[in-house]
């Protein structure tokens, strides 16, 4: 029994060690960070680093937290920031957001953003390279407003990354009851009976990169897209409803080749909703309907438009009929 004893309190001493080394590293490594960027001459301010969690997990959490990038012109600003992790594998990290409103600016404005039981999880791969094997972002309903009002809103936030094989990633993003503010819905010139909120808005996508996304992702290199397979992407809104699906290679400079699939429900009220806010100017209406509907007639619904077009070099084009130019799809 006393040897027993003896056994059970050199593991607990030995836990206790681990414990303690393990939530100082992890205070360091954050404190190391924030030194780091205030060097690349970003503004990284916090008014105290706290530690907790003992003895099951590590616990950090980041008081009046301020981050600057001004050669970005990005900014955000937040009261607080929780991070845990297990004690037994630091690779499995939750960041929760604080519910109070969280301050962001970019060189289009500034903008807060305000998110219920919002939580980031990662998942790494035990090793030096600390491969990410998933990520996942999920909020309960949360909402963007600038100065003059809300912007966005929706009931909840689902953004999951999930790894199935090497370079390869799973890509979910989803919200419910998704609705524009106020400003955006003036924009667009909608009337007062337009519906408030979409139906459906979600992306489901498959992404192959040129390599995993692991720790020098943030430090030297960002793994680039090679192959994009979007299995849909999809937004209902009132009576408009459009669906997106592709079959994408992406060479090194960016530029993509394969076939992007639409299907578009009333697209007249697009091309209503495209004229009224600016987007497509009104002597380019008239061209634009008439390709449009003749495109829709061939699929067999005057007021569906199903159509697949080819992407040639970053060029999207309906047969040798050239469209729009895509951007270079590059990470920087």
């Known amino acids: 029994m006393r040897k027993l004893t003896g056994i059970v309190i050199v593991m607990a001493l030995i836990w ?12 360091g490594g954050i404190a190391a960070w924030l030194d780091a960027r205030v060097s690349e001459g970003w503004q990284a301010d916090v008014t105290a680093i706290e530690a907790g969690g003992f003895p099951l997990s590590l616990q950090t959490g980041l008081v009046d937290l301020a981050l600057a990038d001004p050669e970005a012109g990005l900014a955000i600003q937040t009261e607080r920031l929780d991070i845990a992790a297990p004690a037994w594998w630091p690779g499995d990290v939750t960041v929760t957001l604080n519910d109070r409103p969280i301050l962001l600016a970019s060189p289009l404005g500034r903008n807060t953003l305000t998110m219920q039981n919002s939580v980031i999880e990662m998942n790494l791969h035990p090793g030096s390279a600390l491969e990410l094997e998933a990520l996942g972002w999920t909020s309960g309903p949360w909402a963007l407003a600038d100065p003059g009002g809300p912007l966005i809103a929706a009931d909840d936030l689902t953004l999951t990354m999930t790894q199935t094989d090497g370079p390869t990633y799973d890509l979910v993003a989803r919200a419910t009851s998704f609705e524009p503010g106020d400003g955006p ?8 009976g337009f519906a408030r909120r979409f139906d459906s808005l979600q992306v489901m996508a498959a992404v192959t990169f040129d390599t995993p996304w692991d720790r020098t992702a943030l430090d030297t290199r960002r793994p680039q897209p090679r192959q994009i397979t979007l299995h849909r992407a999809e937004a209902k809104w009132g009576d408009l409803q459009l669906n997106f699906a592709a079959d994408l290679k ?50 067999g619904n005057a007021e ?16 040798f009929i050239p469209i729009a130019r895509l951007p270079p799809l590059v990470l920087r």
């Open 16 to 27: 206790v060690g681990w414990w303690v080394i393990a939530s100082n590293s992890l205070r």
């Open 185 to 192: 819905r003036r924009a667009l010139r909608l009337p007062d």
């Open 250 to 299: 992406v060479d090194t400079a960016g530029l993509a080749n394969g076939t992007l699939s639409l299907q578009a429900q009333n697209w007249r009220s697009m091309l209503d909703l495209a004229e009224t806010s600016g987007a497509l100017p009104r002597g380019v209406r008239g061209q634009a309907e008439g390709i449009l509907q003749a495109l829709a007639g061939a699929s």
């Open 304 to 319: 569906t438009l199903d159509v697949t077009l080819a992407v040639k070099n970053g060029v999207l084009a309906l047969g």
